[in-house]
């Protein structure tokens, strides 16, 4: 409402007192939980179209960190967000151009396959994304605000992307290079079975 506002003939009533109860979503199935992340690092630094070196992988003193239903990973929980100012927010011909500021972390995971087979994952991130399997880079993507179109809200959600991976017999290294311009820092992935 705008402008003066006036009631008239209102009663105010006293309730009971109620506990508060949080009722969580349920996680959705296929939902990937088990993360862990590195410490934060300046995005511009890193070529975040290679993969992470084994022995800089091993290295690192990972983090593991609980997915929020329904299957958020949320970073500004466990990293400090940078604040840049961002140029194509103001400028959408500058969207593809760099931004000093921004802020990575590198997550990982392991997805155990019974067998060879190909699976679509569900993606959905803020600001930007590298993702890495076995070594190989798969997919790399910006989903910030204004960044898609000038109306863009930047909303994260697994229906965001889709990326189809190859995965091979037993253990499968996933690891996302999620980069940050400022807000919200997070991301969700969820595997859905991809018939050939």
């Not at 349920?26 to 590195?38: D, E, G, Q």
């Not at 609980?66 to 400028?91: C, K, L, M, W």
């Amino acid at each position: 409402m705008t402008g003066a506002t006036y009631y008239s003939n209102f009663e105010v009533r006293t309730t009971p007192d109620a506990p508060w109860e949080r009722h969580l979503p349920a996680m959705p199935a296929n939902t990937l939980t088990k993360w862990s992340l590195s410490p934060s690092y300046d995005a511009l630094k890193r070529n975040l179209e290679k993969p992470l070196p084994a022995s800089e992988r091993d290295a690192i003193k990972w983090q593991d960190v609980e997915t929020e239903a329904p299957g958020f990973v949320v970073i500004n929980r466990y990293r400090e967000s940078p604040h840049p100012r961002v140029s194509f927010q103001s400028d959408f011909s500058k969207r593809l151009d760099p931004q000093p500021g921004m802020t990575m972390v590198y997550a990982k995971t392991t997805i155990e396959s019974d067998r060879d087979q190909v699976k679509k994952l569900m993606i959905g991130y803020s600001d930007d994304v590298s993702l890495f399997l076995n070594g190989q880079i798969l997919y790399r993507g910006r989903s910030a605000q204004s960044f898609r179109d000038p109306a863009f809200l930047g909303i994260m959600d697994p229906e965001n992307d889709a990326v189809y991976l190859p995965l091979k017999k037993g253990k499968n290294e996933l690891i996302l290079a999620v980069s940050e311009l400022g807000g919200g820092w997070g991301f969700i992935c969820r595997l859905v079975d991809f018939e050939k």
